[in-house]
């Protein structure tokens, strides 16, 4: 099957510190969602990107497509104890979504 | 209120036995599917269902089956042939089906073998 690359695969973090999670694709996708999980909780839907270079915000996070549609990046500005959990991206080929391995993040108080 | 349920939350089984997993929504989505999750895995694709009475195998069905015989009810057994069937299971449902489909998420099973 296709393949997801989702890194790092773990990050601790200060509180009040940037956090970057990259997704990488082989071959050229369709569209990307990101997905939120809080400890114990299920995935929640963050957003999607479907341009080319698209860059989309929301409050301290901010998501980006890249140019060849092949990669995609979630940054948090200044993170806060609330943005505990993994971070999966999820990547559109033909009619199915593939779920990175996703990216925990923890932040220190 | 919308949404997906899952039941158990917790389920424990004998080696050797079939189990079942229940997933029912009321958003009336077309889609429904149903995940593994695993440490450092991610989710990895069981099966999908499109429509009533149609189911598709994901990545990694053996050991799995499913059926869909209501629009809203999307059960999983794992059978006896699931060699490492200890996991957390999750079902979600979209709308259609479709790639660009956001997917909503249950709150999970966690399936202990003992």
């Known amino acids: 099957g296709q393949q997801v690359m989702q890194i790092p695969q773990y990050q601790h973090v200060q509180e009040g510190e940037d956090f970057t999670t990259y997704c990488n694709s082989s071959?050229?996708?369709?569209?990307i969602q990101w997905y939120k999980q809080r400890p114990g909780g299920h995935p929640v839907f963050l957003i999607q990107?479907?341009?080319?270079?698209e860059v989309k915000k929301q409050k301290r996070l901010t998501f980006q497509f890249g140019e060849a549609k092949k990669n995609s990046s979630l940054h948090i500005t200044a993170t806060q104890t609330t943005d505990v959990g993994t971070y999966f991206c999820a990547l559109g080929y033909g009619n199915k979504l593939v779920f990175g391995a996703g990216t925990i993040l923890r932040v220190k108080s | 209120d919308g949404g997906i349920t899952q039941s158990p939350k917790y389920l424990f089984r004998k080696e050797g036995q079939n189990v079942t997993l229940s997933c029912e929504q009321n958003?009336?989505?077309?889609?429904m599917y149903w995940y593994r999750q695993d440490p450092g895995q991610g989710l990895r694709l069981i099966y999908y269902?499109?429509?009533?009475?149609?189911?598709q195998k994901g990545d990694i069905a053996e050991g799995y089956s499913v059926s869909r015989e209501k629009k809203e009810s999307f059960p999983l057994t794992v059978t006896s042939a699931q060699k490492n069937p200890t996991a957390f299971y999750l079902c979600a449902s979209s709308p259609t089906g479709g790639h660009t489909d956001t997917q909503y998420f249950g709150p999970g099973t966690r399936l202990t073998v003992l």
């Open positions: 990107l479907v341009k080319s270079g």
């Open positions: 269902s499109q429509i009533v009475n149609d189911f």
């Open positions: 071959t050229t996708l369709s569209n």
């Open positions: 958003l009336n989505h077309d889609a």
